[in-house]
Each structure stands twice: as C-alpha cells, then as structure tokens.
C-alpha cells in the first residue's frame, strides 16, 4: 500500500500489511557507535519484559569504538521465542549512515520510525512511516546542548511505548534500573521518554498491528548476559586465580569475574583471597594460569579465538603433563582479526584438539546464561579431577548479550580437587608415582607443591617421562603414556554434562546442534512440524566427547542433521571421527555468516535437504 509521507511532523499512516499480531514483533534501532543508544534499548527490553512479555535482545555493533553504525534488535514474543529473526516488522532509523541500506531491507507493508532530519532519504512508498522531529522535541527536555546526542535516543523508545501499547509505569521503573543512583539522569531520561511518549500520542495513532499486552509469562526470570552469568560461575566454582588479556568479546567475563571477586571473596580483614593478573599478552596469561594450577590453585583466563591460537603450546604442556587449567572461550568470527564483534562457532575443532600431536581437551558447550554459571563453576572441578585443560566455548552471542534465563541454581556440590596426595596420604600408601594410573580410568595421583613428606616431590614434566616422572625417550615409556592420557579422555566421557534429548512422536529425523543454536533450533522444530508435517527428535550436546547417549541417538534415526555456526562443520567432524560406522548418517547444516542463527534458515536447509534426499531414493 502506498503512503504519502509528510516531511513535517508525523507521517499520515496507512494500515501495515498482514495480520493482527499481539505480542508477536521484533523491533530494531538503526544508532550510531558511541551515542549512548545502549541505555536506551536495555530500557526498551526491559520494559517489555516487566510486561510479562518474553523477550530477547541481539546488538550488532561495529568493532571500533565510537562512530559506525549499529543495531539492537528487540524480540518480543508471547509464545517465548527469542532467536533472532531475519527481519525486523519496525525500524527506528536513526543514521545518516546506515538508514539507505535499512529502508531498502525492509518488506512491504513494514514500519519505519525515522527522524525527520532523514526522511528525504526515504523513497519507498511501501512501508507505513512516522516521521518523528526527534531533534527537535529533545531541545526542551535537555538543555545541555552536550547531552543531547545521548537523551534523543531515549525518545523513540517513549514513542514505541505510544504505539505498541508499553505500559508507562514499566518504562519508569526500567529506566530507574538502568540508571540506579544516578538520580538526575534517570530523571532526566524519565522526562524525554514520557515527552516523546505524549508526542507520540498526540500526534500518532496506536500501531494498526502490533500491539504488546501484559502477560505473566517472565514472573522470577532474570535478563543477563552470557559472559557475566559465566563470570559469576567461576566465583561460585572456587576459582582462586584469574590471569586474563582483553580481547572481545571475551573481556567482559573477566571484568565481570574480577567485580564479583571483589565484593564476595575477602576473609574477614578484608584481605583478598584470590590473585588476578591482567598478562600483556596471551601468551603470558595462560602461562599464569598452568603454573598456578600446578601449584594448586583453581586457575582460569577467559579469551576469544585469536587468543585461543597463541596458547596452542601452553595447551600442549597442561595436557602432557597433566596439569589442570580453565579456558573460557568466547568465540568470534574468524579467521586472523576477522569479525571481532560477530558471532560464530568456529573454535570447537581448534580447542578439541589444540596443540600439536595427539592432543585432545574436553568441552563443555553451554546453551544459556544458567548453563554458563553452572559449566563456568564444573569446570574447575572437572580440570582438577581430570589433571588437564578444559575449555567452555561461549560465543559472542551468549557472551555478550543479554538472555532471558531462569533463576541459577545454587552450587550446592562440593569442591572437587581430584586425586591429590596430603602427607598423611603419602605415609599410608608409602610410594608414590606422579604418572601411574592406580586406579585404570588414566587418571594419576597428584601432590601439590609444599607438601611436607620425601616421597611428595616429582619433576613436571613436558617431554618423554616413565610413570615415576623421570625422563624417557624410550618407545615404550612414551606409547604407555599416550595410550594412558587416551584412557583418561574416555573418563572424562562419564564425567560431562549429558546431552539434553528430546523427542516427537514418529519422528525419524534427528537434529544435533549446541550452544547458542538452541533458541533457533527448539523453534525451526514446532515450524516443521506444524507447517511441514516433518517431525523431529533433537540432541542438544553439552559437552565434547560424547558418550553412549549421543552415539545412541545418531544410531537411531534415519538422517542426522548437525546444526552449527561455522563454515567446516567442526562439530559434525568431529563426531564422524567418532561414529565412523554412522558418518553418512551426518548431514551438516551451516550458518556462518556472523549473525545468530534463526529457526528460518534451519527449516530451509533442512525441508531442501529433506526433499533432496528423497528425490534420490
């Protein structure tokens, strides 16, 4: 439908194409880096989500600091799906430099929010449109000529408020959070968002199909962010030493651990109990973190793939000599600088299997912000247990923005250090060796140093050595070492997260996928069913190497779909080398193109690969 647009004030508005939709929208803000439009997206968010209203945020942002432009994307949806969509149904274009290419993504029949200083760029006559002078209206609000840059933004949440029906009391209350004791600025955002809310009003009608009703459906959940939820499991789990070099989009972990350090962890003079350093490189903070493992602390860096590159030696040391070490990955599209601030799933074959030789580390994947505590906390406990590294691979995704999450649940376990020796320990048994597997899960007995007893001192070792850590280049010692670290990798199959099944009755489809795919995967799956008649069962694993479950699950299904967020099909090779007997049974389905992955491409690439399938039989 066409619209003739004023260039004045508000837009003369013609009904939007397509169906009345309650609590079903996706909304984005075309900004600029470095605006402080930030602030007011976690607003818009939030006020949906006190609402009631299931919510997820996604925010591309560009890798400089200040002046590209930028998106934050607001999902609402009642039936709770919060993966990203590919299309916005309203864009509120607020860059010169980015609103020709915004306008020209659009569908017909959606709705642009621009301000009047861009409208002339608008020349579709396909989309309803408001024209908001948001200059203007933020004169009287904000005298201070130096802030206004920032407040403007603050409006077109106000007039999203008007025209979706966002209850005015919630936006107060999400604007008191956003700001906390900063008592004037909340005041003076509280003032912009209400005047470009009673502009809206006076001067706009509600929008003719969408609209956002109060449910109950967000009552005890919380809205964080990976990295953070992830920084406070490390705090939970014990860590005692943190060594970390900034790197996007892994540094906020760190930042957000070293806060939670600071407030929790002090004995009762007021003494740390923890050490952080920050390394002046990679290199040097992973180097930190194995000798502090080796001397007994619970030692973690967190880091992005680039980072994960340079620690491939350092890898190699903590595997062979069994020492363990946490390395929270958190990871981004690649390769070389590649896109530092895009999302992807390309580091699981590099840290599966970093360093050189016959080297194998176990992963925990975790899907959500819950998972990231609990796994960012086990994973202490596992790289103690296992004597060896073990990484957790967020992404930037997960890590760096904001998911709505169920309450944590408490660590109520114990601290597990493994097969550590005391003095007491070593007057017992009266012999010790550092790598003899007693026990034949390949996993040795330890003594920290300091231990007061003769038989407790050993030299750590990189290079050949016997069970009783003496070096050796003997054929023999070295394949009975190999062959042993092999047997504690099968352990540590026992010892992850299980994979989380899910089944559809008569389903001979499986779909295996990780991490942050999950959203988009659980929702692809309701769209096949219903709109496909193709019913699926679907394995979402949680840690790398896989057990029974998995192998178990590829065994009985017809095909295996393997979902990932990378070019190779990482996840899909590795579990081919794994299930040789099934590989023609993995069909991949890839998304790498730096975006979150939405459950439309999955139906498509699965229903075309369906079809393909069965035009060949």
């Excluded at 009642?78 to 864009?91: F, L």
């Excluded at 580091?347 to 899907?367: E, N, Q, R, T, V």
């Excluded at 005391?422 to 231990?451: H, M, N, Q, W």
Aim: hydrophobic share 40%; aromatic share 6%; net charge neutral.
């Amino acid at each position: 439908m066409s619209l003739e647009v004023s260039r004045d004030n508000a837009s003369k508005v013609a009904p939007a194409a397509g169906p009345q939709a309650v609590n079903d929208v996706v909304i984005t803000v075309a900004t600029s880096n470095g605006t402080g439009s930030q602030s007011a997206n976690l607003i818009l968010m939030r006020s949906i989500f006190n609402m009631g209203i299931p919510v997820g945020a996604k925010n591309m942002f560009p890798s400089n600091i200040q002046g590209l432009p930028t998106w934050f994307t607001v999902r609402a949806n009642g039936e709770g799906w919060t993966a990203r969509k590919k299309h916005a149904d309203i864009v509120v274009a607020m860059n010169v430099e980015s609103v020709d290419d915004d306008v020209a993504h659009m569908r017909p029949g959606d709705t642009l929010i621009v301000t009047k200083a861009l409208a002339g760029r608008v020349k579709r006559t396909d989309l309803l449109v408001h024209v908001v002078p948001f200059d203007e209206l933020v004169v009287p609000v904000c005298p201070d000529t130096r802030l206004r840059k920032m407040v403007v933004n603050i409006l077109y949440v106000g007039v999203l408020a008007h025209l979706l029906g966002i209850e005015v009391d919630e936006l107060k209350k999400a604007i008191a959070r956003q700001f906390g004791k900063k008592l004037k600025a909340a005041e003076l955002n509280t003032q912009a968002a209400l005047h470009g809310y009673e502009w809206a009003k006076a001067n706009l009608p509600a929008h003719p199909r969408f609209s956002l009703k109060r449910l109950d459906k967000t009552a005890g959940k919380i809205v964080i962010e990976g990295n953070q939820a992830a920084g406070l499991g490390l705090v939970f789990g014990g860590l005692t030493f943190l060594a970390w070099y900034p790197i996007t989009p892994s540094s906020s972990l760190c930042e957000s651990a070293i806060d939670f350090l600071e407030e929790h962890r002090k004995d009762p003079d007021g003494k740390a109990t923890y050490a952080v350093i920050q390394a002046e490189d990679e290199i040097a903070s992973i180097g930190a973190v194995i000798g502090a493992g080796w001397a007994g602390a619970r030692a973690a860096t967190a880091t992005a793939g680039p980072g994960i590159s340079l620690m491939s030696e350092f890898a190699g040391l903590s595997y062979f000599a069994e020492i363990p070490a946490v390395i929270l990955d958190v990871q981004r599209m690649g390769p070389s600088t590649g896109l530092p601030t895009r999302t992807c799933q390309g580091d699981i074959f590099k840290a599966y299997h970093l360093s050189h030789g016959d080297c194998k580390h176990p992963l925990l994947l975790p899907a959500n912000p819950a998972e990231c505590f609990e796994f960012a906390a086990e994973s202490l406990n596992l790289a103690e247990r296992l004597q060896t590294m073990v990484f957790v691979m967020l992404d930037l995704d997960l890590g760096m923005n904001n998911w709505m999450s169920e309450p944590f649940t408490p660590i109520t376990t114990a601290i597990d250090r493994g097969k550590v020796l005391s003095a007491a320990d070593l007057a017992k048994v009266g012999e010790f060796a550092r790598y003899k597997d007693i026990d034949g899960d390949g996993i040795c007995y330890r003594t920290l140093p300091g231990t007061d007893h003769p038989l407790g001192a050993y030299f750590t070792r990189g290079t050949g050595h016997t069970d009783k850590a003496t070096y050796s280049e003997k054929p023999k010692d070295w394949k009975n070492n190999i062959d042993r670290l092999a047997r504690k990798f099968d352990t540590a199959r026992k010892l992850l997260p299980k994979p989380i099944v899910k089944t559809m009755p008569g389903a001979e489809v499986g779909i295996i996928a990780y991490g942050s795919s999950d959203p988009a995967i659980e929702e692809a799956r309701v769209i096949m069913k219903d709109e496909h008649k193709l019913p699926t069962d679907y394995l979402r694993l949680r840690g790398l190497p896989i057990g029974q479950e998995t192998k178990d699950f590829i065994a009985s299904h017809r095909v295996v779909y393997v979902v990932e967020q990378n070019r190779d099909a990482q996840c899909a090779s590795i579990l081919r080398l794994e299930c040789p007997e099934a590989a023609t049974k993995l069909q991949s389905v890839l998304h790498y193109n730096g975006m979150p992955l939405d459950a439309v491409s999955v139906v498509d690439d699965i229903t075309a690969a369906e079809k393909a399938l069965k035009g060949r039989s």
